[in-house]
């Protein structure tokens, strides 16, 4: 008889972690924003009660530190004890965003969740080692900034074998690392079955056999983090991975749209967004071309939101905008009026260094301030070089007589 | 283009005035005051350029009239002949302001002017605006300003003071941060209150055990309070039932053969009671009463046989003579109140013996006396044969004697007869009565001894009742001890030695009510609440979600002034390439004259950043405001002859009137040496109402008017 069990992969829950950038916030979004993580984790825990799984893996970055509070613990821990009720064991690796946990001792979690370790991998095999199904070796990050490559110590055994570990792998990253490994590495280690691996919030199947997987987070909290949230359904039949389903988790989705304004007014612009994104959705609009809209966008950015918003049924978290008012700028670049020495200075501009462009922007005494540089500065490169377009197109704009 | 004839008919004070053959460059021409140079001047420039505006000075008129001769670049000479306000050029040619597209305003603006002109502030901005920026920067000041006032509105220059967004944003998100870490701080204490939570659980079961514990004990207490009085009570019991312990040797069976005795006398005695009557006639009685009866009866015998008169029987007493009645009633009234007398004084047996005693007697009295009321009177019969008498006497003698001791009477033999009969009966009677009675009491005598006997045993009757009764308490207090005894083991469950332990260690102190359990279930309600509090506390999310929104909202300002800046800097740098490399010509050109009428000291700030006409001396930035007059007549005329020497391809005349008078010599003549400089390819008609030419620079080429 065969043997099959399923088991569910999950990671970077962040429950009670704040969505970034929502620039002015909405107290009538406010709960379900709030909720949307918890109501993740449940859906999870439906899933695996529906399907009758074995066990959830959570690979870390349940919490956020600076924001779990007795509520957040609290119910993952009912959550977990929801589980433990369908007979499903929970296996959590924490990592760099809840490396340290509270209330440990006043909100026990149940008897089916099994934490692991920081000081090295622990296998803790499923069911038990008698009617072993496979081997679940996992490991937790030490500190907020942890360095080593937790993979490292991990080995698997003649079962099926699943790692469980929050970490980075091959990330390019300039800033900090945490838990940084080679892909190669993993794929030497012949023995595991499967990397259930979290951090990365953007879901993502390395390898397949073995399998290097990270389910992404369950909720999107950002601009950066769009469409689908949710978890993998994996099904494990006689040792190998025989199906793989990714379930969605989220209760609100982020959208990013590219709307080119050109030849369009409000109207046809709000028409061409409804018809693309789903109501309810949390929608970061790319706007370019050049045309009529740059200056509504760039002057009267919140009626403009207000006015999307009330027409599409969709929150507009940001509006990236690299329109161009009606003007031709190749063309102007070579008239050798102001207007070309403006166009040519941008141009010179957008190719400086970083810290030059920086000391472009911040001439005064009071911008020269740590407090206000380090704005700037914590800006990737492509939004501080953006700055340079917006700012070519105002002042285009201001020229051309456009404002006072 | 150049004037080469002035033909004043009329216009003005002048008449009849011409100057013809005006050559290329400088034309001075000088007179006193009221000599007619403005007049000449303003004939030359609204017959250049008619105005529809009214002429001040001179005033127009319809007779004003004259001609210029105009010769253009080209060679071609163009008439314009003035009659009125009307000019015409002859020969069908166009006037200069169709030929030129120049309005008058415009000539007089730049080409014709004097001091007032000159120095016209809204003609300068237009000049400045139209010849001393390049095309698109004419808007700069203005942008720059605005962007001046964005910035400021989001960040002051020097201090990012407390009123700018940039800090009043910080603030709020630093004051949500706070709160986040009040929060935070108050999240931390959960521990504590779980802790204190399970300690206080523990505390109140102890205390709930202890509570039951002191309830248990002060039950038990009170069980045991409430039985001492019983304990008490049995403790009292037992020692007078102690002392009643000898009476146990008296067995029942000894009583029940005591009583049974007792019983059977008493039933005995009842008989013999019942056996009670008078006591048989002693022998010596009965003998006399037999002997008397017999003797009476020999008489009665004797009697009958022998007849006699009837002789009334002799009287033998007092009542039977007088025939009065027996007392009865008063005999037994008296015989009951003997008797109840008896009763009260003796013992009742005794007034029972009296009471029937006297019943009996007054029986045998009321019997007695029927018998004599029944008998009638004997009448006294006739005397009796001696003999005769003499035993009837006799036998009348005993009788009376037997009657007199029971007090009876008789009148006649045969009544005593009767009554002897009798009572010899009678006594036969009593006789069989005394003799049962006898035996009864000897019975009853019998059974008194055998009682006796028994009762000797315990120390006689009295002792034996005494020893009976008490037996009879003994058994009693066993009985309501262990009925007592019982009663309280099953309330108290336990036996009664060690209720009696217990009651003697038993403290007399009352155990107090514990009511700390009911503060302490208050705390732990209390404590219950607030952990219920913190585990549905969202507001750490939602003060995170707010802080991020301030702190976005406050990058995107901060963006925003970034975008501004970035602004002001295109701007900056690229005034800055301009002012180097894309210099407009009319500056440079006015420059070299401003050089010339300063000796080089001041130059045209071109900057399209700056609003106006700005100067720099060597370093030194002035404004118009920082000009003297005369400087400023230098600085306009420079800019003035400029723009006139770039402007068009047709080199139009200058016509200035009287605009050195502000100039001291120095200045006249660098002022002079620039208008020859300009006058070089351009004609120019100076009016002056000095000499100039008395400052010119020797070697100068002008033509010199004198008005």
Redesign the interface.
């Known amino acids: 008889m065969a043997k099959e069990f399923k088991f569910i992969h999950c990671s970077d829950l962040h429950l009670?972690?704040?969505?970034?950038?929502?620039?002015?916030?909405d107290h009538s979004m406010?709960e379900k924003?709030?909720n949307a993580p918890f109501a993740a984790l449940n859906r999870i825990i439906d899933k695996g009660i529906s399907e009758k799984a074995g066990f959830i893996i959570f690979s870390g970055d349940i919490f956020d530190s600076?924001?779990t509070?007795?509520?957040s613990r609290?119910l993952f821990a009912e959550a977990l004890r929801r589980a433990g009720t369908a007979g499903i064991r929970c296996y959590i690796a924490y990592g760099n965003h809840d490396h340290s946990r509270?209330?440990e001792?006043?909100?026990p979690f149940p008897d089916n969740a099994i934490e692991f370790p920081s000081d090295g991998p622990v296998n803790v095999p499923y069911p038990d080692e008698k009617d072993k199904l496979a081997d679940v070796i996992g490991i937790s990050h030490g500190t907020s900034a942890e360095g080593r490559d937790l993979t490292a110590d991990i080995h698997g055994t003649s079962s099926f074998s699943i790692a469980v570990v929050h970490c980075d792998i091959d990330s390019s990253s300039e800033g900090k690392r945490y838990a940084p490994c080679r892909l190669n590495d993993l794929l030497s280690k012949k023995d595991i079955d499967y990397w259930a691996l979290g951090h990365i919030h953007k879901r993502a199947v390395l390898h397949e056999a073995p399998y290097i997987v990270y389910p992404g987070n369950t909720q999107g909290r950002s601009t950066k983090e769009t469409d689908e949230k949710g978890a993998y359904l994996i099904t494990v039949m006689d040792g190998k991975v025989a199906k793989m389903e990714f379930f969605a988790t989220h209760s609100i989705m982020w959208k990013e749209l590219e709307v080119n304004i050109t030849g369009k007014d409000i109207t046809s612009f709000i028409d061409s967004i409804r018809t693309i994104i789903p109501r309810g959705s949390f929608v970061k609009l790319k706007v370019s071309g050049r045309g009529v809209l740059d200056r509504m966008i760039r002057l009267e950015q919140k009626s403009m939101i207000a006015a999307i918003e009330t027409h599409t049924g969709c929150r507009i978290a940001e509006i990236e905008a690299s329109t161009m008012p009606d003007i031709d700028i190749n063309e102007r670049r070579n008239?050798?009026?102001?207007?070309?020495?403006?166009i040519?200075?941008?141009d010179?501009?957008s190719t400086v260094p970083r810290d030059v462009l920086i000391a472009?922007?911040?001439?005064?005494?009071?911008?020269s301030?740590p407090?206000?540089m380090s704005?700037?500065r914590e800006?990737d490169d492509d939004e501080l070089r953006k700055?340079?377009n917006?700012?070519?197109a105002?002042?285009l704009e201001?020229?051309?007589?456009g404002?006072? | 283009m150049r004037i080469t004839d002035i033909n004043i008919r009329t216009f003005g004070k002048l008449a009849n005035r011409s100057v013809n053959d005006l050559p290329e460059g400088l034309i001075l021409i000088t007179g006193d005051n009221e000599s007619g140079k403005t007049t000449m001047m303003e004939f030359m420039r609204t017959t250049m350029f008619p105005s529809s505006k009214r002429n001040l000075y001179p005033e127009a008129t319809k007779n004003d009239s004259g001609s210029l001769i105009l010769k253009l670049e080209s060679g071609e000479e163009i008439i314009l002949e003035r009659k009125g306000k009307d000019v015409t050029a002859l020969k069908g040619k166009e006037r200069p302001e169709k030929m030129f597209a120049m309005d008058a305003e415009t000539y007089n603006s730049i080409f014709a002017m004097n001091l007032a002109d000159l120095t016209n502030s809204g003609v300068i901005e237009g000049i400045r605006n139209k010849f001393l920026t390049i095309p698109g920067g004419d808007n700069v000041p203005a942008v720059l300003s605005d962007l001046e006032s964005l910035k400021k509105a989001i960040m002051n220059e020097e201090r990012i003071s407390s009123t700018n967004p940039v800090r009043v944003l910080r603030g709020e998100a630093d004051e949500i941060g706070r709160e986040m870490s009040s929060v935070r701080i108050q999240s931390g204490d959960y521990d504590r209150l779980v802790k204190d939570m399970d300690t206080l659980t523990d505390k109140i079961r102890t205390a709930r055990s202890a509570r039951e514990e002191k309830d248990n004990e002060r039950t038990g207490r009170e069980i045991l309070r409430a039985q001492k009085e019983n304990v008490n009570k049995i403790e009292k019991m037992t020692e007078q039932r102690s002392k009643l312990a000898y009476a146990d040797l008296l067995t029942e069976e000894t009583i029940v053969r005591v009583d049974t005795i007792r019983n059977d006398i008493a039933v005995m005695n009842k008989e013999a009671e019942g056996l009670k009557a008078p006591e048989p006639f002693s022998k010596e009685k009965a003998a006399r009463v037999s002997g008397a009866l017999k003797s009476a009866s020999a008489v009665l015998e004797e009697r009958n046989a022998v007849p006699s008169d009837e002789v009334p029987e002799p009287v033998t007493s007092g009542a039977q003579r007088s025939g009065k009645k027996f007392p009865v009633l008063p005999l037994m009234l008296f015989a009951a109140a003997a008797a109840a007398f008896a009763a009260c004084i003796i013992e009742p047996l005794a007034a029972i013996a009296g009471i029937a005693l006297a019943i009996g007697g007054a029986a045998v009295l009321f019997a007695e006396k029927n018998k004599n009321a029944a008998q009638p009177v004997q009448t006294i019969r006739a005397a009796r044969p001696s003999a005769q008498s003499a035993r009837e006497s006799a036998v009348r003698y005993d009788v009376e004697t037997i009657f007199r001791e029971d007090g009876r009477r008789f009148k006649t033999i045969e009544d005593a007869v009767t009554v002897l009969e009798g009572m010899i009966r009678t006594d036969a009677i009593n006789t069989d009565q005394a003799n049962k009675r006898g035996a009864k009491n000897r019975e009853i005598a019998q059974k008194n001894e055998e009682l006796i006997d028994i009762e000797k045993n315990y120390g006689g009757r009295d002792s034996f009742n005494k020893m009976k009764a008490d037996r009879a308490s003994y058994i009693a207090a066993g009985i309501e001890i262990d009925m007592l005894t019982k009663s309280m083991e099953s309330a108290t469950k336990t036996d009664i030695g060690t209720i009696k332990k217990l009651l003697s260690q038993m403290p007399e102190e009352v155990i107090p009510e514990n009511n700390d359990i009911d503060d302490m279930n208050r705390q732990r309600g209390a404590l219950q609440k607030e952990i219920e509090n913190m585990r549905s506390d969202v507001r750490l999310y939602d003060l995170a979600a707010k802080k991020d929104a301030k702190e976005t909202e406050l990058a995107n300002t901060v963006k925003e002034w970034g975008v501004l800046s970035l602004q002001n800097y295109m701007i900056d740098r690229s005034c800055q390439e301009l002012y180097k490399n894309m210099q407009p010509s009319v500056i440079r050109t006015a420059n070299k004259y401003l050089g010339t009428m300063t000796n080089g000291r001041y130059m045209i700030d071109t900057d399209p950043r700056q609003e106006g006409i700005n100067i720099r001396d060597g370093t030194e930035y002035k404004t118009p405001k920082q000009w003297s007059s005369g400087l400023g007549d230098q600085v306009y005329l420079s800019i003035k002859m400029a723009v006139a020497k770039e402007m068009g391809t047709e080199r139009l005349p200058m016509v200035l009137d009287d605009i050195l008078v502000r100039f001291d010599n120095t200045r006249k003549r660098s002022a002079c040496e620039a208008i020859l400089e300009f006058a070089k390819d351009q004609q120019v008609f100076l009016f002056s109402c000095i000499p100039l030419n008395e400052i010119f620079p020797v070697g100068s080429t002008y033509r010199h008017v004198k008005l």
């Open positions: 009670g972690a704040p969505f970034k950038k929502i620039s002015s916030y406010g924003i709030v600076e924001n509070t007795p509520h609290f509270m209330w001792d006043s909100i008239t050798g009026d102001f207007t070309s020495a403006v040519k200075e941008a010179r501009l472009a922007i911040c001439t005064t005494k009071a911008s301030s407090e206000i704005v700037f800006m700055m340079v917006d700012a070519l105002s002042v201001r020229l051309a007589g404002r006072r």
